[in-house]
DNA sequence: CTCTTGACTGGTT
DNA sequence: GAACCAGCCAAGA
């Protein structure tokens, strides 16, 4: 991983499967900046310039809140996208989070 | 160059 | 369970 932090910060998020999400934090852990989760949610900032496309959606924050649904098209695309993929969203937050969680170190190893 | 802001988190009150 | 605080680092004014 000699690529930029966004990158694999992106790479990350692309492999994240559908139907599940993450939190910013777990991402940062497993990029080895637990304390720069800020930076993730920055990055998706970013992943609008970014040329691939970037589940941006499938991240949301510790409490599995859609905190970042307004950086979207429009504030519903976020949770539109989810539902659409299976996920339980009772307003701005996921229902079962824990259940649809994914976690790097788990499924990647 | 300094100051503010933020798609965050963890701990404390 | 809600509210507050401190640590974190990058971008924009």
Known sequence: MDKDFYQN??????????GRVTSYGQIAKYLGAARSSRM??????????QKEDIPAHR???RNGLLTGKMHFETPETMAAL???E???????????????F???FIELG
């Open 9 to 18: 910060i992106f790479d990350l998020v692309k492999v994240i499967p559908s």
């Open 40 to 49: 993730v949610g920055w990055a998706m900032n970013l992943s609008h310039s």
């Open 59 to 61: 991240v949301v924050n």
């Open 82 to 84: 989810l539902r659409a």
């Open 86 to 100: 299976g996920v339980v969203v009772n307003g701005d937050q996921i229902e079962n989070f824990k259940l649809v």
């Open 102 to 104: 994914w976690d790097p």
